[in-house]
C-alpha cells in the first residue's frame, strides 16, 4: 500500500527520488534554517558523495543569493540543516543534488515548494543538472505517490521512452539542464509567496509520449 | 525480577524503549542543561544514526524554540548533554529520536515530564513522527517497568494488533504523527508548570483493544 | 606482596577499584584543576566508555556546582585533567564513574579525599549509581590495600553475600543509589575543610554480614 | 556520442583532460569564489592527491596575487570552492594541477576561460609544469569535445609523436614548462576583460607533426 | 662502538634510557619553548602511552608552576614542542615520563641539565614516580654513553641486584618516588643558574651494591 | 637520460636527495612564505615521519630566528607551504629533514640558495645533524644533475669511502653536525643578499677520496 505524499505545499520540504536495490523511492528532504554561525549539517545517514552534493548546492546558492531574493550573509548568520529520513537508512549518491538545493533555497527565501513535484538530478557548482540513473524505478515511485511532475535531467530525456505507460500517462516531466529550470518548476511563484523572482515562471512540460528518444542506460 | 520506574515527574528525563536481541528494554534518557556556549555532547555509547537523531532534535527544537517557551538563543548560551545509561551498552538506532527530543524540551523549558509515560518513534527535522519496530517487545518491557503511557508513531497503529492481551489492559496507547502530541502527552501542562505552552492540551489515549489493523513487520 | 594505600589524605586523589582479567586492582584516579580554558584532558588509556563517564563526571558537576561549594564557571576558566596511572594498561568500563566525579569534586572544591575510603560505580548524568560487576574481586583488592570503607552500588548489595569473609570483617559498605552519599563518605566534613557543603554527614555504613540478599550475576 | 564543449568563454569553468582506465575524459572544472573567510572546499570525490594539487595551486595563487591582478587578501575575504563533476565518479592524480590553478585564477581575477582550450599539467608551488601521462588519450577525448588547443607540459613534447594524426591535425598544443604560459593561453586577454595582465599575450602554439621526438612512457 | 654524551650542560635536553627488542638505548629528548599561544607540538614517532606521558607531565608543571619558578602562564604565551630524535623509530611507553618532565621544566625555567644524568620512570599526574621495566639493558647502555648519574624509580631499587657488576660500579643510583627527586638531581642547582628553587639541593645517590634487594620482574 | 638542475640560485628552492627502491633520486623542496596567520601545510605525499621532520625544522628555525636574520613573529603573521613534487608519489623517512630546514630559512629571510648544491640529514629540534642511509645512491644522483656540492651528516663521513670514484671526484662533500654548517654553505652569503647573517662564511669542503673510513650500514 503506497504512502501518499501530503497535500500541502511547505517551505523547505521537497519530494526527491532515489533508485535502492529494491526498486525506486520518494524520499522527503527536510531543510531547517536556524539563526546561527554559518555551520551546516547534515543527517540521515547520507553517504560522502551525496554530502559533497550538498555543499556544491548550497555554494551555488551562496553564489547567486541575490538573484534567488536570499539575504547574501546567510552563510555566516544562519545554521543549515539538512536531513533526510528514514534515518537508519544509508543515502549515498548525487543524484539528488537538484532536490537539496530547491529545499535549501525554499527554506532560506521562503518560498513554498509545489507539493505533487518530485525531482531527480546532479547539480554542479555553477547550476547544471546532469544526468541520473534509474529514471524509470524513480517515476514509478513518484507516480505511486500521487505526484503529478517529475523534473528530470534534460540529458536523461531520452530515457522516457522506457518509463511505464501508466506512469506517463499520468505524470508530466520537466527536462532541466540548469537549477534555473528546476526551481521555476517546484517553488512558488513570486505572485503568490512574494519570494521567488518575478522572470521565474513556469517551465514547459512534457508529456514522456511526445519524445521518442532511443534508449541509453547511465548508471547513477 | 523487573525494575520499577521511579514514581516521580522529573525534568530532563524521559522513558524511552530499545529493542535488543534479548527483548524490549527500558532505557532512560538523561538531559542536562548547563551554561555553556552552544556545545552538544552526547554520551552513553550511542551509534551514528542515534547521534543524528539527536541533532535532528535539537535543530527541530531550535526552530520551534518560541512556540515551546524555550529561550530561543540556547543554541549559543547552553550547552547541551544527553547520556542515555548504561554506559558500556552500544546503543544505536533512530527510535529514541522522540524521546531525546522529549527530554530536550523538558530541559530547556523547565516542564517535568510525566514518570509512568514512555516512547518510541523516530523524529525528522520538521517533527513527523516516523514508524518504528519491536512494539511488542518494547511494549513488554514499559509494562514491566509499571508504565501506564506509551506514546507511538501512528503508522504503528497496525502493530498494536499483535501486543500482548495483559499488556494492552494494562497500557493505554498514544498514537503520534507529530512531535506536538508527543509533548502534550508527556509534559506537564502548563496549568501546572507555567512551562508548556496552553495549547498543549492532553491528547486523545486509545486502548489497543479498540484497533484491529493487520499485522505489519516493520524494521526498526 | 600488596601495595598498601598511603596514609594521608589528598585533594583530588581516589581510590578506585577496577575488575581485571586476573582479579581486582585498585587504581587511584589523579585530577589536577589548571588555570585554563575549559579543556579536559584524560589520560591513561582509557577507553571509549570510561572517556564518557568522564564527561557524565564532569557534566553532572557542572549542573550541581552551586551545592558542591565549586565556583559555577569553573567549565570556562580552569581546564580538568583526568590521569589514571600506569599509563600502559588500557583501561576502560564505566564502573570508575562515581571515583572521577569525587576526584573532579575534591578537586575543584578544595575538600580532601579519606585515604582509606575506596569506591565503585557507574555514574549517571543526574548523578544516580548504577550496579556494577566483580564486587568480590574488586574488593579483595581494596583490602589487600588496607582499605576500610568501600562504597557500592545500592543495586550491588546483594552482592555482598558473596564477599569473602575475612574482606567483609575488615570492611564496611556504604550502599549508594545517588552520587551524594558516595561525595559524602569520602570527601572530609564541612567543618574540617570549609568545603564540602553542611548536608554532606556522614552516611551510614553496612557490614557485609547483616545483609542476607540473593546471588545475582552482574557484568560489568 | 561525444558530447561537445558548449561554445562559450565562462569565469571559474576550466576543461581538463582525464585518463581513466576506459580511455581519455574530459572533465570541466568548476571553481566559485564566495564572499567568506579563507575556507577551501573540494568537492567531487577527489583523492588525497588531487587535494593537494588544488592546495598548491592555491598557494601558488596567493604568492603571485599581485602580477596576476588578484586581490591579495582574498585568502582571508573569501572562500574558494573547488569542484569537479560528475561527483559519483573518484578522481586522482596530479595531472589536473594546472587545470585547478587556471580556474581559480580565473575566477579571482575576473577574467574568462577560452571556451577551446584544454589543459592537463602536474603544477608545482613555484609554478612549474611537470609532465603528465596518457597524453594520447586524453588528446583523443580532447578532440571529441571539439576542442581546439590542448596545453601540455613541456616536458611531454615527445609524447606528440604518438598523438592520433586526425587529432593532431585539428588540434594546437602549447608546450609550458610555467603555469604564465599556461594562464597566457587559456585566459581572455587583457584587452578584452581588463582583468589579465598586458605581460601575458598569446603564447607560441605548434602543431604536433612539427615535433619528432622519441616515444617516451610517463606514468601519470 | 658506542655514542659517547657531549660533556655539556644544556637547557632543554635531557637523557633518558628506553629498552627495545634489541637492548637498552640511550635517547635525548629535546624541548623547545616558543613564543606563542599554548600548543604543544610531540615529533619522533611517538606512540599513544608517550604522548599521554608527555601531558601528563605537562599538566603537572602547570599545577606546580609557581615552585619550579616557571612563568604559569606559559600554558597559553608558550608553545612547546618535545622532539625525540631518531624521527624513524617508533617510541612508546610510558618510562620515559620523567625524562619528559625534566626536559620541559628545564626548558621553561632556563635550569640547564647535567650532562651526565640520565634517568627512566613513569610519571603520573602528581609527580610520582612509578616503576619500569628493562633496567639492567637500560643501565648498560647509560654506562656505554658514559653517564655518571642514573635516577630510578624507587620501586625499581630492588632490580639493583641485578645490574652488570661493572656498571654498578660505575654508575650512582638515585632512587626516586617523586618527580622532586629528579629534578634535584638533574637540574643545575639554583647557585649556579639562579634558575632552580633553593630548595632543590642534591639528593641521596646510592651504589648498586650497597643495596641487596631481591630480584622482581617488572614490565615495563 | 638525466634531468639537469637548472642553473639559478633561487629562494625557497633546494635540493635534497632521496632514497628509493630503484636506486637514488635528487627531489626539490619547495617553499612559499605568505601573508597569514601561521598556518603550516606540507603537499607532494609526505609521510609521518617526514612530516614530522618539517616541524621539527620549523621549530628549530622559531627557535632561532633572530640569529637567522628572520622576523621572529613569522609563526603568527605568516603561512607556510613546504611542497615536494612530484605530488603522486610517495615520500617519507626523516633525511629530508636539514633540505626542508635550509628550504625554509632561505624562504623566510630571504636569502637565496646555491643552486648546485644539494644535501641529506636528519635535523632535529636543536638543529644537531644525524646520519642518513643509501649515501652511495644520493650522491650518484646528485652527479647525474650537475650538483657540485653535497652536505652530509658529519657521521656519514665514514660512508664516503664507498662513493663510486667518478661521483667522489666531481663532488665536493661538506660534512656537517650541525644545520648551522648546512646554511652556512647553501645560502648566498650575507655580502651578497643582505640577508644571511655575516658568521655564516664557507664550510671546509673536503674531498671523498681524502677521507678513509671503515664501511658501515646505516638505515635511512
Ligand atoms: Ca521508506
Ligand atoms: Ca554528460
Ligand atoms: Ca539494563
Ligand atoms: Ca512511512
Ligand atoms: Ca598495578
Ligand atoms: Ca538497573
Ligand atoms: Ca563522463
Ligand atoms: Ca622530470
Ligand atoms: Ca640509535
Ligand atoms: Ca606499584
Ligand atoms: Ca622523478
Ligand atoms: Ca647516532
Chains 1, 2, 3, 4, 5, 6 share one sequence.
Not at 546561527?36 to 548550497?58: N, P, R
Not at 550573509?73 to 539528488?96: L, Q, V
Not at 525531482?119 to 514509478?140: D, N
Request: glycine fraction near 8%; include cysteine; aromatic fraction near 4%.
Amino acid at each position: 500500500r503506497p504512502e501518499m505524499v501530503e497535500p500541502k505545499n511547505e517551505i523547505g520540504l521537497v519530494n526527491g527520488l532515489a533508485w535502492t536495490s529494491v526498486g525506486g523511492e520518494m524520499l522527503q528532504i527536510e531543510v531547517a534554517i536556524l539563526d546561527g554561525s554559518g555551520k551546516v549539517e547534515l543527517t540521515g545517514q547520507l553517504g560522502d558523495v551525496m554530502k559533497e552534493s550538498a555543499h556544491a548546492a548550497i555554494s551555488y546558492i551562496r553564489s547567486r543569493a541575490a538573484s534567488l531574493h536570499i539575504e547574501p550573509d546567510f552563510y555566516k548568520t544562519k545554521d543549515i540543516h539538512i536531513h533526510i529520513p528514514e534515518g537508519a537508512i544509508p543515502k549515498d549518491g548525487p543524484s539528488a543534488g537538484v532536490t537539496m538545493c530547491t529545499a535549501v533555497a525554499s527554506a532560506l527565501s521562503g518560498a513554498p515548494v509545489r507539493y505533487d513535484v518530485a525531482m531527480t538530478g546532479e547539480i554542479t557548482l555553477r547550476g547544471r543538472v546532469l544526468p541520473i540513473g534509474g529514471l524509470k524505478e524513480k517515476t514509478m515511485a513518484a507516480y505511486r505517490a500521487g505526484i503529478k511532475t517529475v523534473v528530470i535531467p534534460k540529458e536523461n530525456e531520452p530515457d522516457l521512452a522506457e518509463i511505464d505507460p501508466v506512469v506517463a500517462s499520468h505524470i508530466q516531466f520537466v527536462p532541466a539542464d540548469q537549477i534555473d529550470t528546476v526551481l521555476k518548476t517546484a517553488l512558488i511563484s513570486a505572485y503568490e509567496s512574494r519570494c521567488v523572482p518575478p522572470e521565474l515562471a513556469a517551465a514547459p512540460r512534457v508529456k514522456a509520449g511526445e519524445i521518442s528518444a532511443p534508449q541509453e542506460a547511465i548508471t547513477q
